[in-house]
């Protein structure tokens, strides 16, 4: 699997194989449905609350006696269908994370990279440098690259002057290959991989398989 190599100006520097195990297997679509339902439910705190009866300040004593006011008997002031009483059946905090098994995390990742190169949305830069955070630099790379939308970037190894520089960036995040997610690819119009993160992905793949 051949893919260009582009520098910064967005010429054809090289080209470079693509290891056809990570970014040429089929799209399993199930899986990455599965993975994303399972990463967004990870990303919930789950800190949601509400104070119960028990829990609100008041109520100590009956508002009006059981019987011969005429109005509806009531027992507490914390009753739920009163003023600032307390809430019947309201969230409390718990735990949504789910699970998935490496196997399935694995698969997914190829999947959402393979639909990447299939749909011809995956960049290769040669290299990234820069000697200080230049935000207007980055913008310049990214129009040569003709990169459009929401992008990632992948790294090797994080850098400053690159991280800083992508900040102030709309639509471009970054990430390292050796934490990359199958989320991550999805939720990207296009990824944008420095030659040597490629290197990367592919041994992280190569050393989890034995």
Same mark, same amino acid.
């Not at 399972?38 to 119960?52: F, K, M, P």
């Not at 009006?64 to 969230?91: D, L």
């Given at each position: 699997?051949?893919?260009?190599? =582009?520098?910064?100006?967005?010429?054809?520097?090289?080209?470079?194989? !693509?290891?056809?195990?990570?970014?040429?297997?089929?799209?399993?679509?199930?899986? !990455?449905?599965? +993975? @994303?339902?399972? +990463? !967004?439910? #990870?990303?919930?705190?789950?800190?949601?609350?509400?104070?119960?009866?028990?829990? @609100?300040?008041?109520?100590?004593?009956?508002?009006?006696?059981?019987?011969?006011?005429? &109005?509806?008997?009531?027992?507490?002031?914390?009753?739920?269908?009163? &003023?600032?009483?307390?809430?019947?059946?309201?969230?409390?905090?718990?735990?949504?994370?789910?699970?998935?098994?490496? &196997?399935?995390?694995?698969?997914?990742?190829?999947?959402?990279?393979?639909?990447?190169?299939?749909?011809?949305?995956?960049?290769?830069?040669?290299?990234?440098?820069?000697?200080?955070?230049?935000?207007?630099?980055?913008?310049?790379? =990214?129009? #040569?690259?003709?990169?459009?939308? $929401?992008?990632?970037?992948?790294?090797?190894?994080?850098?400053?002057?690159?991280?800083?520089?992508?900040?102030?960036?709309? #639509?471009?995040? +970054?990430?390292?290959?050796?934490?990359?997610?199958? +989320? %991550?690819?999805?939720?990207?119009?296009?990824?944008?991989?420095? $030659?040597?993160?490629? =290197?990367? =992905?592919? %041994?992280?793949?190569? #050393?989890?398989? $034995?």
């Amino acid at each position: 699997m051949k893919i260009d190599v =582009l520098d910064t100006k967005g010429n054809i520097v090289e080209q470079m194989d !693509l290891n056809k195990d990570v970014f040429g297997i089929k799209p399993n679509l199930e899986v !990455l449905a599965q +993975y @994303v339902r399972v +990463y !967004l439910a #990870n990303q919930r705190q789950g800190t949601s609350s509400t104070l119960t009866r028990a829990e @609100v300040s008041g109520g100590g004593k009956k508002p009006w006696r059981q019987k011969g006011t005429g &109005r509806a008997r009531v027992g507490s002031s914390r009753n739920p269908i009163w &003023r600032h009483g307390g809430v019947s059946h309201g969230p409390k905090p718990k735990d949504w994370g789910l699970s998935l098994n490496d &196997r399935v995390k694995k698969l997914a990742i190829k999947s959402a990279l393979s639909q990447k190169f299939l749909d011809k949305k995956i960049t290769i830069l040669d290299s990234l440098k820069f000697e200080k955070p230049k935000t207007r630099e980055m913008i310049s790379v =990214l129009n #040569n690259l003709k990169t459009l939308g $929401k992008a990632l970037l992948v790294l090797n190894e994080r850098d400053e002057n690159i991280v800083k520089s992508v900040a102030n960036i709309p #639509n471009l995040t +970054y990430t390292l290959a050796q934490r990359l997610n199958a +989320y %991550e690819v999805i939720n990207a119009n296009g990824v944008l991989f420095l $030659k040597d993160a490629v =290197l990367k =992905l592919e %041994e992280r793949f190569k #050393n989890a398989s $034995k």
